[in-house]
Nanobody, 119 residues
Framework: QLVESGGRLVQAGDSLRLSCAASGRTFSTRAMAWYRQVPGREREFVALISSTGGGSDTAESVQGRFSISRDNVKSTAYLEMNSLKPEDTAVYYC??????????????WGQGTQVTVSS
């Protein structure tokens, strides 16, 4: 089970860190990713990290502003978001898979956390 937290209303230019807590004993063997979705639009890939944290990838739209990390002791993945823009407003989901690949094909999803960026 994946549970996201940390989403809230912020102003443009602010920073925010989202967390994704995983239950179970397989977290350290699974790649983790963040996606986001705006109502009426397809879910968009944001960032991906390998099971060990040695590899990662971010979408062009957020490169230089967002970064993904993980703590395998805490079974938690993070999305650090800086210089937030109104167009970053979305529901953010974390997802996981046994395989670190691009495109990523997750088999587990969280419920999402709302991030709203006001101008």
């Amino acid at each position: 089970q994946l549970v996201e937290s940390g989403g809230r209303l912020v102003q443009a230019g602010d920073s925010l860190r989202l967390s994704c807590a995983a239950s179970g004993r397989t977290f350290s063997t699974r790649a983790m990713a963040w996606y986001r979705q705006v109502p009426g639009r397809e879910r968009e890939f944001v960032a991906l990290i390998s099971s060990t944290g040695g590899g990662s990838d971010t979408a062009e739209s957020v490169q230089g502003r967002f970064s993904i990390s993980r703590d395998n002791v805490k079974s938690t993945a993070y999305l650090e978001m800086n210089s937030l823009k109104p167009e970053d407003t979305a529901v953010y989901y974390c997802a996981s898979s046994r395989y670190y690949s691009t495109p990523f094909n997750p088999d587990s999803w969280g419920q999402g956390t709302q991030v709203t960026v006001s101008s």
